[in-house]
């Protein structure tokens, strides 16, 4: 399936368009080359010298070259490439030491309520709170934490991390 680029008149396949490009119909899409300026920039990965076509493609690709020294929090397995990974892995509820996912989001955020460091990353005043309905996570508002650098709210920590690792390239938060 493709379609000649109304701009350069070249004939490309529906994967050299952006969906917003492509969805504009044959005869009013550009390809990704000429929405790009024709730019031959291409980004490149210093460690393996692969290129990129834009800086974010760059960002993502280098999350390969991290080292997985990062422990998990509970049960102490080293094999995660950022604290988010690890969070995920706790939040997931498959990790030994903290089964069960409402579990876990309730221990991490008690741990996390409970250090003087993570304060400024804990919203005040809770957005929502569960209700008592039998459940055991009742003490967890609905996004308890926020960015200080952004006051975007989340619903894990490990929202918050990644954010935090992408946005503002806080990597050792």
Known sequence: MGRYCAECNDYYTNSNYSRNQWMKGNGYS?????????SQVKYECHKCYRQFNSSNELDMHMQTHRAKTVSCPVCGDSRFKSGANAIQHVESGYCRGCRGADNARQQIYEFASRQNQ????????????????????????DKPYCCPDCNKSFRQLSQLLQHQDNKHRNYNM
């Open 30 to 38: 550009r390809c990704k080359f000429c929405v790009g300026g024709h």
């Open 118 to 141: 993570m304060s400024r990353y804990m919203t005040s005043t809770p957005m929502l709170e569960y209700g008592d309905y039998g459940n055991s996570y009742g003490d967890v508002p």
